[in-house]
């Protein structure tokens, strides 16, 4: 009543196929949506972060950061330049299409508002983390510095891979519309030869 031997290797070979294809598919959707999944993770780490380094994580403790704040001290911005970043970020991937995304305005904002960031958050740390103050930052503010500069990073990245593959997504979609609308007209420009 078992199975033979053939039957058992293609059942496993099967069972192979299917997980490929489906690791192939999430994986490729998870590079497709990479830009949404950012800006996700763009608003989350660094608020997240920045509520585990206050002493007691409560809203009055967030409330005095809002009163006492100071540039050198506080760091209730950083995630404030996180939202704000990535809320233009997605905006700006939202309202283009194929030819925007592939040439000016996605790539052009997302490296502005990530440059200014990066400035902002460096010239932040250098404050804040004891270079000029001579204090030294607990790890989870090091942390959200860090975070802070790495998903800036990640932002140009992806903006810079997404362009291209729409670029590239852009070439073979002229050509498929050139070779389908000549042979569909009958090549039209070109006329025949009578002899």
């Known amino acids: 009543m078992g199975f033979s031997k053939e ?10 196929k299917t997980v490929f294809f489906l690791v192939t598919m999430v994986i490729s959707f998870l590079v497709f949506s990479a830009p949404v999944f950012l800006v996700i993770a763009d608003t989350i780490l660094p608020s997240a972060l920045l509520s585990a380094s206050l ?47 592939s040439r000016g305005p996605y790539l052009g904002t997302t490296m502005i508002c990530c440059v200014s960031s990066l400035v902002f958050v460096s010239v932040k740390a250098s404050y804040a983390l004891g270079w000029s103050s001579g204090r030294e930052g607990s790890a989870m503010e090091t942390a959200l510095f860090i975070c802070s500069l790495a998903l800036a990073i990640a932002h140009i990245i992806v903006a810079y891979r997404t362009s291209c593959r729409e670029r590239r997504k852009l070439l073979v979609y002229k050509i498929d519309i050139e070779a389908i609308s000549a042979c569909k007209n009958g090549f039209p420009r070109y006329p025949k030869i009578v002899k």
């Not at 039957?7 to 192979?16: A, N, Q």
């Not at 002493?55 to 809002?66: C, G, I, M, N």
């Not at 001290?73 to 700006?92: E, G, K, Q, W």
């Open 7 to 16: 039957e058992k290797s293609r059942r496993i070979l099967r069972g192979f």
């Open 55 to 101: 002493s007691p994580p409560s809203l009055q403790a967030l409330y005095s950061h809002f009163t006492n704040y100071d540039f050198r001290n506080s760091l209730i911005d950083i995630p404030f330049i996180s939202i704000i970043r990535s809320a233009i970020i997605i905006c700006v991937y939202s309202f283009c299409d194929g030819p925007k995304l």
